[in-house]
């Protein structure tokens, strides 16, 4: 049972970081459809008419009145499915939220962080997740079924936490809700996120060899940068582990002795 604990621990932080400058555009690219399904909990996209392509850079379609009604290509039915990359510079715990109407999503290298999927009138939520710095894979989906419609998107950076949340209410349903001054949370806007990224986060998987007392590393590798293996029992100090290793254009493995009970890992790519 330990032993499958600690393996997904491994699997959850599938981190890396790394320092590559980017020359692709700031914001997201966001494509914008005439309808939209909720299926098993889920905004899905497939079968919709695309309707056009943008990016845009500052996530912040609602004016915090009760009655906005964003509408981008008119009104209706529609969705919208934006797509890209986020920059984190400082590693650490990263909080992200929500206020819609109707419905949005967050999902951070493939995994759903925001859940705030249903037909509703502009409520809020949010979601966490642990990142390493470097290039993350983001996509932010939005749904509108009828009458006003509007979504803001907010991060909070590990420096900044604890704080309280941009808005606050006991019900967003009969009254705006209000606004936070004081709060720490930001918009999610350029620099923050980009179009492109130079290489995508890999995401570790571990083996776990109960007979060595090892674990066994794989993941996604490019030939033209160095990768540093790093490991921690705390996630607050880390230590090189397996430095310097040339990468490969496939899936790299490596065999990593472990004897604590519990040790966390992750991935630093050197240009």
Known sequence: MKQTTRLTYWLALGLAAFTLRMAAADGLIGRYYSGFNVI?????????????????????????????????????????HWTGFLHV???????FG????????????????????????FDWQEG??????????????FFERLSYSGIEVWWLKPQNAPSILPYSGETFHTIPPTFNSGTKWEILSAPAVRTEAPYVNPRLHGRWLSASNAAELTWRGFSNVTYVVESSTNLLTWEDRLPGLP???????????????????????EP
Request: net charge negative; proline share 3%; charged share 15%.
């Open 40 to 80: 098993t909990n889920r905004i899905v996209f497939d079968g919709l008419t695309l309707v056009s392509t943008r990016t845009n850079t500052v996530f912040d379609f609602w004016n915090g009145s009760q009655y906005y009604d964003w509408n981008p290509i008119g009104g209706g039915f529609y969705s919208v």
């Open 89 to 95: 510079t400082n590693a650490g715990l990263y909080g």
């Open 98 to 121: 929500t206020i819609s109407d109707d419905g949005s999503e967050i999902w951070i290298n493939g995994e759903r962080v925001v859940d705030n999927h249903e037909e509703q009138w």
């Open 128 to 141: 966490w997740c642990y990142l390493g710095a470097g290039y993350h894979s983001i996509e932010i989906t």
């Open 247 to 269: 990468g490969v254009s496939g899936v790299m493995t490596q065999l990593v002795m472990t004897p604590l009970p519990h040790e966390f890992f992750r991935l630093r790519l």
